[in-house]
């Protein structure tokens, strides 16, 4: 292969267009709503294939050959990160203590005027508040991958498949030893389509979107698949435990990336990061209600960056206990995943009751054993 203009619903990490030297791979959604590399001027492409040899969708090992270097459960100490972080805070303060250590941080933000999530350069506390909290959708890292300076070093937070084509991209620029690398145990990423019909129908309660938090820990963190939408006319907080219509989306696995059902190979301690982040949904902290992070090393940069840190509780723990409850196999498709697929791709706009239906139907069709 001399370049990725071939390549369909891969992971959408964005590093091909980062690393090509002449600029012409741009990384759109694709028609699931899926971030995709497109070439459209194909005759000016000089088949270095570095975009083939960073890419992680095209190899089948990982870029890092690693084993678990330390387990942990913990949290932080600070109220008001724990408060805004999606478990134990613990990738925030991992983030503060490097950025207090000479490093910028390349984390995520929710933009709200481009309705997406995005990878950005944090080079101060304040704004490094932004990537507080998970954003359940398909981040566009290629801004923030570009804004890079190789002469500085960096903490990089993704998903395990951008942080595994990543780890080729540093690797094959010598700068590796710049860079410390975090990703987190990842269900999948959904269909951006159904990320833009939620905030269609979110927008006739609230009004034009101004702010995001998928993790409203207000209910508890045990009850904390919750929406807090703020918007011109007002909030919008909703729940899945009360039905909330994204989390249908997102957990009811019936939009996820065909990569994600397919081609994930970053599932339980199959990592190319330094360090996994992750909720510790296990037996252990069952009656914690703020909020515990499982942390997981791969590397001894990681550990002693996970020993290093202040102001956090931080418990050993064997990988079986910390990770518990983690996912070991890829997602699999929903009964009706063709037919939600097809409605999103079509861009056909239900009210939320038509979402439901939608929802009931692929009920029955689990029951039947029936796939759309
Ligand atoms: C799409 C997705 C799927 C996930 N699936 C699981 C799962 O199956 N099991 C599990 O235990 N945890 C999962 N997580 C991680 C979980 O939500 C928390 O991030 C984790 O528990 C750590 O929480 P925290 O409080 O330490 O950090 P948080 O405050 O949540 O920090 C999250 C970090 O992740 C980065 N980030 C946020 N959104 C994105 C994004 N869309 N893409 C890339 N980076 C992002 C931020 O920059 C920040 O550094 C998932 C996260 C995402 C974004
Ligand atoms: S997985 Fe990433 S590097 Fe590979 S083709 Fe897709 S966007 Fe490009
Ligand atoms: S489930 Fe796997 S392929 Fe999908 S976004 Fe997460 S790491 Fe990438």
Redesign the pocket.
């Known amino acids: 292969m001399k370049n990725?203009s071939k390549?369909k619903n891969?992971?959408?990490?964005?590093?091909?267009?980062v690393?090509c030297p002449k600029n012409i791979?741009d990384?759109r959604l694709n028609d699931d709503g899926f971030?995709?590399?497109f070439i459209d001027e194909p005759d000016k492409c000089i088949h270095c294939k570095v975009?083939?040899d960073?890419?992680?969708?095209?190899h089948k090992d990982l870029a890092l050959e690693n084993s678990v270097t330390g387990s942990w459960c913990g949290w932080s100490n600070d109220s008001a990160v724990l408060a805004q972080s999606a478990s134990g805070g613990i990738g925030f303060e991992i983030a503060r203590h490097l950025l207090h250590s000479g490093y910028k941080v390349c984390g995520v933000r929710y933009n709200a005027p481009e309705r997406r999530a995005e990878h950005f350069i944090a080079d101060t506390e304040d704004a490094l508040a932004a990537t507080m909290g998970s954003k359940y959708i398909q981040s566009y890292t290629v801004d923030g991958f570009s804004a890079i300076n190789r002469k500085d070093s960096y903490l990089v937070v993704g998903t395990p498949?951008?942080i595994d084509?990543f780890r080729r991209y540093i690797r094959r620029l010598k700068i590796e030893d710049h860079f410390v690398l975090m990703d987190f145990f990842c269900h999948c990423v959904p269909s951006m389509h159904a990320w833009r019909e939620y905030l269609r129908l979110a927008q006739k309660s609230a009004g034009a979107i101004t702010s995001v938090v998928w993790r409203d820990k207000t209910p508890g963190w045990h009850d904390s698949w919750a929406m807090l939408v703020k918007g011109s006319e007002g909030t919008l907080k909703s729940r899945l435990s009360q039905g909330d219509l994204f989390y249908k989306f997102f957990l009811g696995d019936v939009c996820c990336g065909k990569?994600c059902m397919k081609q994930c190979k970053y599932k339980w301690d199959k990592s190319s990061a330094d360090i996994r982040i992750g909720d510790a949904w296990g037996d252990t902290y069952s009656r914690n209600d703020a909020g515990v992070s499982t942390i997981v090393s791969f590397t001894d940069k990681g550990r002693e960056v996970v020993e290093s840190l202040n102001g956090c509780t931080i418990n050993p723990h064997p990988l079986e206990v910390a990770a518990e409850g983690q996912m070991h196999e890829n997602v699999h498709r929903a009964a009706a995943y063709g037919m939600f697929m097809f409605l999103l791709r079509k861009g056909i706009q239900l009210p939320a009751a038509g979402w439901n239906a939608a929802f009931i139907v692929n009920k029955i069709l689990r029951r039947l054993k029936i796939k759309l």
């Open positions: 990725v390549v891969c992971f959408g990490c964005g590093v091909c267009a690393s791979i990384i971030y995709q590399p975009c083939v960073n890419c992680a969708f095209l498949c951008q084509s990569a």
